[in-house]
């Protein structure tokens, strides 16, 4: 368990700490139920092939996000004052959109500027690989290069955070 904490710990608590707002007591209190949850799963610890590191810290990265999603939702649920009138109907539960968005902003930020900025033409701006050498000040071949590579990379990000690909 100790070597559990020591590997993974740091990682899920900087992604813990971007769901939470940065909300340091609620951050702790996710990432101790995460561990708690991985403590009553020693099937967990005691694989012994080369992708067990990738599937520990995907399992403890999609159980972190499902105790802030079930948080989230509990609130929602408990009213925290009573009401004179009855409240506006809502409307669909953005939730799991709003979490997509959270990781995928979480992910970009691991890439290295050169990657974000291409992404950030190609894909959020909608530019041609062209318009985004025009745009970047780079060559054509470099932007499919940086494209391609930079995907790559926010796939490994994005796993590596739990999403799955």
């Known amino acids: 368990m100790r070597a559990l904490h020591d590997e993974h710990a740091p990682a899920l608590w900087s992604f813990v700490l971007g769901l939470t707002s940065g909300d340091r007591g609620r951050a702790e209190d996710i990432v101790q139920e995460t561990l708690l949850r991985a403590w009553r799963r020693p099937e967990l610890m005691s694989e ?10 995907s399992w403890l990265f999609t159980v972190a996000r499902n ?13 925290e004052s009573l009401m004179d009138r009855v409240p506006e109907q809502l409307g669909p539960d953005n939730t799991d959109a709003a979490l997509q968005s959270m990781l995928v902003s979480e992910a970009l ?19 041609t690989a062209a318009q985004a050498a025009g745009r970047l000040g780079i060559p054509l071949g470099t932007v499919k290069s940086r494209n391609h590579y930079a995907l790559h990379a926010l796939r490994l990000a994005l796993q590596e955070m739990g999403v799955v690909t």
């Open 67 to 79: 105790i802030v999603v079930d948080q989230w939702r509990a609130k929602g649920r408990r009213p």
């Open 48 to 57: 012994d092939d080369s992708h067990h590191n990738v599937s520990v810290r």
């Open 109 to 127: 930020r691991r890439l290295t500027a050169e990657h974000r900025a291409v992404l950030l033409e190609c894909y959020f701006r909608g530019s």
